[in-house]
């Protein structure tokens, strides 16, 4: 009787801890399902951050000479070709400050297939070295004197 008391003893313990689990609400789903929205938003967030990074334009630098001025466009050359520079956002620029032939460095970064310019330099212009006014030319050099053969000095009398 004993062994059967216990049997059902360790039956109905094991059935109330059963039923306690099975009772309880599954939060893990909950959080699961809000989690999984949220994993969709992240990945258009990171692909957001690489299109800026792309659409981000590294800065550039022109060494030309400028060709025209005017209010909003710049148009310089170097070796390599002519570029036209969109200056509506440099502070400072006026078109009446540069003239064709006036060597520039345009700081600029490409953004929807125009050079926008950030800022503008003028350099000095280098001029050729040139001889000073009323520098004689140089003297061809004189021949040299023959030297007179020196005398020896006289023997010391002991």
């Known amino acids: 009787m004993k ?7 360790a039956l109905l313990i094991s059935v ?25 938003v992240e990945k258009p967030a990171k ?6 990074v792309e659409k981000k ?16 466009a710049l148009v310089a050359k170097d070796k390599k070709g002519e570029m036209t520079f969109d200056v509506s956002g440099v502070k400072g620029y006026k078109a009446e400050d540069y003239k ?10 490409e953004k929807d ?7 503008i330099k003028k350099q000095a212009a280098k001029k050729p070295a040139k001889e000073k006014k009323g520098a004689e ?8 004197k023959k030297a007179e053969p020196a005398t ?7």
């Open 3 to 9: 062994k059967a008391l216990m049997i059902v003893l």
């Open 16 to 40: 109330a801890f059963v039923t306690t689990v099975f009772a309880q609400a599954k939060p893990a789903e909950k959080p699961a399902a809000v989690e999984k929205p949220a994993v969709k």
């Open 47 to 52: 692909v957001e951050k690489a299109e800026k």
């Open 57 to 72: 334009a590294k800065s550039k630098t022109f060494t030309g000479e400028v060709v025209s001025a005017e209010a909003t």
């Open 100 to 109: 064709a032939g006036d060597k520039v460095v345009v700081k600029y970064a």
């Open 113 to 119: 297939g125009k050079m926008m310019a950030s800022a």
């Open 137 to 144: 030319p140089a003297k061809p050099a004189e021949p040299a």
């Open 152 to 158: 020896p000095p006289a023997p010391a009398k002991k």
